[in-house]
């Protein structure tokens, strides 16, 4: 059973650029869940899908956006960057909607400059 | 709007003390409770997880941690901590319907 992946582990951008970060979910999960960790603070929801459609957005932008795809790996995608986009972006799979028990990959490191 | 509040921002223990980390939340129903530790750099590894039931739950790693409805808390708890323990723990707090809920988190030190 492999667990959740998530690429690239470090990037850094330019302000005003566009970056997609990508999810593997875990085997026989259809549920992924996006969060923002800012330095020295606890993870913050982004989105979720499931099945191939948002199911719940927390208080993020639009330039904010994802997908899923039929395997139920997800990508999420940041428009028009800020330096307060720098962060720690974590992907959890789960199986079904919201969360019983969420599982966390290793984390995209974004920094803006 | 359901929160989550760890009061400490920092422990340091020595090795083989108890420790125990505390996690309060405001919540509008009866939630789902979750640990979380995060070595540096690192993802979220689940430590525990309390939905209903007995509300001592047993985690890995040794750890526990019990629910007190009365109190709203949901504290964390190890009888001896080891130097490997060293990273920051979260507490997050959900329902079936809602998005997990994280407190800012605690950040443990083990001094020898």
């Known amino acids: 059973e492999t667990g959740v992946t998530q690429s690239p582990t470090h990037l850094i951008k330019t302000r005003g650029q566009q970056v997609t970060l990508r999810c593997s979910s875990q085997?026989?999960?259809?549920?992924v869940s996006w969060y923002q960790q800012a330095l020295g603070q606890g993870p913050q929801f982004i989105f979720q899908?499931?099945?191939?459609?948002?199911?719940g957005r927390g208080n993020f932008p639009p330039r904010f956006s994802g997908l899923q795809f039929p395997n139920y790996s997800s990508e999420l995608n940041v428009n028009a960057l800020e330096l307060d986009d720098s962060a720690l972006y974590l992907c959890?799979?789960?199986?079904?909607?919201?969360?019983?028990?969420?599982?966390f990959g290793q984390g995209t490191r974004l920094t803006v400059v | 709007a359901q929160s989550v509040t760890q009061p400490d921002i920092h422990i340091t223990v020595s090795e083989g003390a108890s420790l125990e980390l505390r996690c309060n939340y405001s919540?509008?129903?009866?939630?789902?409770l979750f640990w979380y530790v995060q070595s540096p750099g690192q993802g979220l590894q689940l430590l525990l997880k309390?939905?209903?039931?007995?509300?001592l739950v047993q985690g890995i790693k040794g750890f526990e941690a019990e629910f007190k409805r009365s109190q709203s808390s949901f504290n964390l708890r190890k009888p001896s901590v080891h130097w490997s323990d060293a990273a920051e723990y979260f507490c997050?707090?959900?329902?079936?319907?809602?998005?997990?809920?994280f407190g800012k988190g605690t950040r443990l030190s083990v001094i020898a």
């Open positions: 959890a799979s789960s199986l079904g909607q919201m969360n019983t028990e969420a599982f």
């Open positions: 085997s026989g999960h259809n549920t």
């Open positions: 899908y499931y099945r191939e459609e948002e199911n």
């Open positions: 919540y509008g129903a009866t939630p789902y």
């Open positions: 309390y939905f209903s039931g007995d509300t």
């Open positions: 997050a707090v959900g329902t079936g319907n809602t998005p997990l809920v």
